[in-house]
């Protein structure tokens, strides 16, 4: 896992909700040496843009950008699975500050 407490105080990574992405697409991440510009597509409502936010974080701190001995369905699968817990870290985070 990376360096989880730096990503919440916007140094680690940038949100963009402006930038239209193909339909289908909920959101995706763009990594950068240690910056990740995170994506999250506004043709989509609320409750699924947040989904998304939380699915791509998720992806973040598992490291999957880096981690090249799972396929993309598997870290697709790990993601969701972790996004109770990027939602309870990211709370913590936030309540810190
Ligand atoms: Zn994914």
């Known amino acids: 896992m990376i360096e989880t407490r730096r990503l919440i ?3 680690d990574y ?3 909700y402006d930038v239209p992405l193909p339909n289908g697409i909920h ?5 950068d040496g240690n910056f990740y510009s995170i994506y999250i597509n506004p043709r989509y409502p609320q409750s699924i843009r947040e989904h998304a936010f939380f699915h791509e974080l998720s ?3 598992l490291g999957h950008f880096w981690d090249e001995t799972k ?3 598997e870290k ?3 993601a969701e699975a972790f996004i109770p817990e990027a939602r309870r870290l990211y ?3 936030k309540s810190d500050d």
């Open 27 to 31: 959101g995706a991440t763009v990594p």
């Open 14 to 16: 940038y949100i963009y």
């Open 59 to 61: 992806h973040i701190i």
């Open 71 to 73: 396929t993309a369905e």
């Open 91 to 93: 709370v913590e985070w």
């Open 76 to 78: 697709d699968a790990e």
């Open 9 to 11: 105080e916007g140094q």
